[in-house]
């Protein structure tokens, strides 16, 4: 049933330049409108610090101080200021559409910050053109500020937009806003005055007509009645005595009609009538009206522009919402006319539809991409059928089709979107629903991709009748992955968007078992594949041309980026080339999808944990974007760093390192305020933007280890890390890529306890496994005896081993081989004496350790594994094990101590693996 809910629109005058005074206002406002049961507040245009129609009256020069003021006293939206803001409508438990100046770098923005019912800025949006002299003081609004729609928290059926001022002149943006299924418009606005007159009496001829109050609301009424939706016109009013300090005083416009302060509010019902009274110009005020928002739905019966009364096949909306400030030149398309040496020159591809009915990519290098016309005349879903077809029938040949209950695949669907899609965004979860209802011809939900879900998604699970072996969780999903396997080797031949989806949890899902020979070849017949189908390459110019429906388009852009991001984490988890580069790559990033970026995210289904998660969006659209930015920019250096052929210097890598270590930075201090880390690690945490912070500390570690044993020449590091080397240049502790790594490392590990206390480790990716195990190693190193600050890396590397313990239940193998490698790390890296006072230190044997004291360390030389003692080192240890205070810590470190005969097939693979992975990290460049 559609909420009924109180709206509140606010005629008031700004506290002028002011900007303190401003906050205080607008506070005051909000705590009034809750007091009177608004539900939603909406605010003029640049409330503050007030609309400056000075820039309109005064010339430029003369207004250079004051502008200069004004900008002073614009607000900082991550400001104590905005704080005290989004805490008061916490407070109010209202939700706020707040028009003010944003000063961001010393430029001014005029903006509008949606603040839900929890005090969270869950959207922010710029105008998208200034109004005419106005753009000599405001920037443009960016690819972002198109969106104008975000849901309420507390009620999220309910979508709220906003636009400022002549933005509602824009027909496309205003259309765009009705594909976003707004219900509540907030119409921000600055006073406007009547047209004025002459000293007779007579209309001004040489004032535009459109710049009056009367016209500025006949603008929002056909927002109302085109949008169906209710619109709550917002304005400032000026007061007589506060003309002078605008300096506005002799303004004509506002002279011209005595006594009007310039106010006109309103609201509009969704059939554009006029729900309230108007109050006089000069009043300031909270207008109030009781809406029912089951009328939109009539409203909607009658006129719905953007759905039954609508003809897309012959008129649709083409947005770019990229924040790119020019769009890159499509040298795919020109001049019908134009000759065969221009065709053959081209360097763009293009795609084709060949046997199969798909679109296919060809680069210009096959020729292919010279042909204009389709290869094949066939239809686009039969052969990828028919090879489903094929591929059932084989399963159920040889008893591989696992049959689902309906209750049991709701189970599997809920954990997954609930905890691997978050963070490995490959599935547009609204295209798949659609496809799943058996709207659009199933195209985004096939057997394979059902069945590779679920096979991933057990693994959340802790029902037995997952389990191939009901006491053995490693089994759990096996079925389901034993079926996939087959129905992936028939598609494969005609492959689709789903069949790259499903190639990718495939990949993921096998590497629990710690086949990562199969789960690189499935990473890589994902990448391929979606080469193949051209998911790479910006599709707008064939959604323009109706090639590609706009649908179709960001279920390839979501799969696209969830590919590459797949494609680096093996790349980073096995130490090998990845199969993507940027130059290649032209898709956008995807669009912010409202119901996966705003639906709020719940622990579990139990619906009594929705009061104290409220207002938690999931904010999974925004969090994919930026998880693919920073590979992007960790994995194209290290590609370079890590190469086996590289002829690259020191002082080449060093300078790479460097740069990159400076982007990585700035991307990570630019997040916005809902990815970034809360103050406490008390306050809740989305899982997958926790994951996202341990990827971004994994990248640190991996980027400065190649030079932590650098030594002679200072090195230039970021600007975070301490540059006084001093006399500890030569110790391999003090080295400032050193440092970088155990601070990264100590932030894993802090992560990883917030993770474990908030969510536990039952349920987190996959790849926590090596992020955790990249920490690991560090820790490893830093626990030595020769380190002096060993007591809290030593704790450090309780809660890494502890962690990949707990990742044994849902990654098994993989987790095994992690902790089996730390293992043979340690007896390689570690003396006999080393050990025992590793024990000492960690709890173990307190009472009997004897051993060398505690500033024994490496002997010079001892680091490589030609002169260790290996195994036999080890064999002295077992008196050490009996005895003195058990504690959780010697529990967490004996295992590196265990004297059991070592499975020597599986250390083979395990050092192999080691070696390949760049893990010899002690053996690393020396000047």
């Known amino acids: 049933m559609a909420p009924k809910l109180k709206i509140a629109a606010i005629q008031a ?25 608004a539900n939603v507040v909406g605010f003029p245009e640049v409330f503050i610090p007030g609309y400056p129609w000075s820039i309109w009256a005064q010339s430029p020069t003369d207004n250079a101080a004051f502008m200069d003021e004004y900008l002073r006293n614009s607000l900082v939206k991550d400001s104590e200021e905005m704080k005290r803001i989004c805490a008061a409508v916490k407070e109010a438990g209202v939700f706020v559409v707040l028009g003010y100046s944003e000063r961001f770098k010393n430029t001014l923005y005029i903006s509008q910050s949606f603040i839900d019912e929890n005090g969270v800025i869950v959207h922010h949006r710029r105008k998208i053109k200034p109004t005419h002299v106005e753009r000599a003081y405001w920037g443009d ?97 000026v007061s007589e005595e506060s003309r002078k300090k605008c300096r506005i005083e002799e303004f004509d416009f506002v002279t011209g009609t005595p006594g009007s302060g310039g106010g006109f509010s309103m609201i509009y019902s969704p059939w554009g009538e006029e729900l309230i009274e108007r109050p006089p110009s000069g009043e300031e005020c909270i207008l109030y009206a009781e809406v029912d928002l089951a009328k939109k739905a009539k409203a909607k019966q009658n006129l719905d522009i953007v759905g039954h009364y609508s003809r897309p096949d012959q008129l649709s909306l083409r947005v770019n919402n990229s924040n790119t400030e020019e769009a890159e030149q499509d040298e795919s398309t020109g001049d019908e006319d134009q000759s065969p040496l221009s065709d053959l020159t081209g360097l763009v591809g293009r795609l084709n ?34 090879v489903q077809r094929q591929g059932l029938t084989a399963a159920a040949q040889l008893g591989k089709l696992v049959i689902v209950s309906d209750e049991l695949q709701e189970h599997l669907l809920e954990l997954y979107w609930r905890w691997q899609n978050p963070w490995n965004y490959v599935i547009h979860k609204g295209a798949f629903l659609k496809s799943i209802r058996g709207e659009d011809d199933g195209k985004y939900c096939s057997p394979l991709l059902l069945c590779s879900i679920f096979a991933i998604a057990a693994r959340y699970s802790d029902r037995p009748e997952l389990r191939s072996v009901v006491d053995d969780p490693r089994t759990a999903g096996d079925a389901f992955f034993e079926q996939a396997k087959i129905l992936l080797l028939y598609e494969s031949e005609a492959p689709t968007i789903t069949t790259v989806q499903s190639a990718c949890l495939l990949a993921l899902r096998i590497m629990s078992d710690g086949k990562e020979a199969l789960g690189w070849l499935y990473s890589g017949n994902a990448t391929r594949m979606a080469h193949n189908l051209g998911l790479h390459l910006d599709c707008s110019k064939w959604t323009t041309i109706g090639m590609v429906s706009e649908e179709e388009a960001e279920a390839k852009k979501v799969t696209w980026w969830g590919c590459y991001v797949i494609d680096k984490l093996f790349s980073i988890g096995l130490g090998r080339p990845s199969s993507t580069t940027k130059s290649t790559i032209s898709c956008p990033k995807p669009s912010i999808d409202t119901m996966e970026e705003y639906t709020p995210w719940l622990p579990s289904s139990d619906s009594s944990c929705g009061e104290k998660s409220l207002g938690v969006h999931s904010h999974i659209s925004s969090t994919a974007c930026y998880v693919s930015e920073t590979m992007t920019i960790a994995c194209e250096a290290m590609d370079a760093i890590y190469a086996e052929n590289s002829k690259l210097s020191i002082r080449e890598i060093e300078d790479i390192v460097s740069k990159t270590d400076v982007e990585l930075r700035t991307h990570y201090r630019e997040l916005p305020s809902y990815l970034r880390l809360p103050a406490s690690p008390k306050v809740p945490m989305l899982p997958h933007v926790c994951l996202f912070h341990i990827q971004y500390h994994a990248h640190l570690i991996l980027l400065h280890r190649p030079l932590v044993l650098k030594k002679k020449r200072r090195s230039v590091v970021s600007a975070n890390a301490s540059s006084e080397d001093g006399g500890d240049e030569g110790n391999e502790y003090m080295n400032q890529h050193m440092l970088i790594c155990r601070d990264s490392a100590a932030e894993i590990a802090k992560l990883l306890r917030i993770y474990k206390q908030q969510y536990t480790l039952r349920r987190i990716p996959i790849a926590a496994v090596h992020l955790c195990f990249s920490a690991t190693v560090i820790h490893l190193i830093d626990a030595r005896p020769s ?28 987790s095994d081989r992690a902790l089996r490698a730390v293992r043979l790390l340690a007896r390689e890296w570690y003396q006999c004496e080393d050990v025992s006072q590793l024990q000492h230190w960690s709890g173990l044997g307190a009472e009997t350790a004897g051993g060398p004291s505690a500033d024994c360390g490496i002997p010079e030389g001892a680091v490589g594994g030609s002169q260790r003692t290996g195994t036999a080192a080890f064999g002295d240890l077992k008196s050490h094990k009996t005895g003195g205070r058990a504690s959780t810590e010697s529990d967490t470190l004996a295992f590196l101590f265990d004297v059991a005969t070592p499975d020597q097939y599986t250390d083979n693979l395990v050092k192999e693996w080691l070696a390949e992975s760049g893990y010899d990290v002690l053996n690393t460049i020396v000047e």
């Open 13 to 37: 005058e700004p506290v002028w330049q002011d900007l303190e005074g401003g906050v205080t206002k607008s506070i005051a406002l909000i705590e009034e409108a809750a007091k009177q049961g």
């Open 141 to 237: 609004g960016q690819g972002e500020s198109l969106q104008t729609v975000v849901p309420s928290t507390l009620h999220p059926s309910v979508k709220i937009g906003g636009l400022n001022c002549w933005e509602h002149t824009q027909t496309l943006l205003r259309y765009y806003e009705y594909e976003q299924d707004v219900d509540l418009h907030v119409s921000s606005w600055p006073s406007i005055w009547p047209h004025p007159t002459t000293k007779d009496g007579k209309r001004n001829p040489d004032w535009p007509g459109h710049i009056t109050d009367e016209m500025s609301m006949r603008l929002s009424q056909v927002l109302a009645l085109e949008g169906a939706c209710f619109v709550m016109v917002c304005t400032q009013v």
């Open 353 to 386: 539809v060949i046997d199969d009915g798909q679109l296919h990519y060809f680069g210009s290098q096959s020729s292919y991409n010279l042909v204009r016309e389709p290869l094949h005349e066939a239809d686009p879903h039969e052969p990828s059928l028919r």
């Open 787 to 814: 380190n002096p600050n060993r007591q809290q890396a030593i704790r450090h590397l309780q809660t890494c081993i502890d962690a990949l313990r707990d990742l044994r239940t849902a990654w098994c193998t993989w």
